[in-house]
């Protein structure tokens, strides 16, 4: 069965960092695209940051140049660096898994885990 398990979520002041991890059971980790979603409170889910193997990173405007994203295919674990932290960040960070080879188009998510940006 599937995993995605994101951890490091918490309460950050503003400009602060925090360090979101997302470990996933999968075969075949690095063909798959790991992005970072997250949802706020009345607002639809939107794409935080995504990873490909061998392709550069992308990020949403409201996030780009304070987090970055990485991955560790021997670790099967991606990772959302957020600095410089701000209130309209505060939201649950789900950890997104997409097939990118050939076949079925297989997704995956985590199970969310809370950041809140508050002084």
């Known amino acids: 069965q599937v995993q995605l398990v994101e951890s490091g979520g918490g309460l950050v002041q503003p400009g602060g960092s925090l360090t979101l991890s997302c470990a996933a059971s999968?075969?075949?980790?690095?063909?798959?695209?790991m992005a970072w979603y997250r949802q706020a409170p009345g607002k639809q889910r939107e794409l935080v940051a995504k990873?490909?193997?061998?392709?550069?990173?992308s990020f949403s405007d409201s996030v780009k140049g304070r987090f970055t994203i990485s991955r560790d295919n021997a670790k099967n674990t991606v990772i959302l660096q957020m600095n410089n932290v701000k209130p309209e960040d505060t939201a649950v960070y789900y950890c997104?898994?997409?097939?990118?080879?050939?076949?079925?188009?297989?997704?995956?998510w985590g199970q969310g885990t809370q950041v809140t940006v508050s002084s």
């Open positions: 990873i490909t193997t061998g392709y550069p990173t």
């Open positions: 997104n898994a997409r097939w990118g080879g050939f076949g079925p188009p297989l997704e995956y």
């Open positions: 999968v075969s075949r980790f690095s063909v798959y695209v």
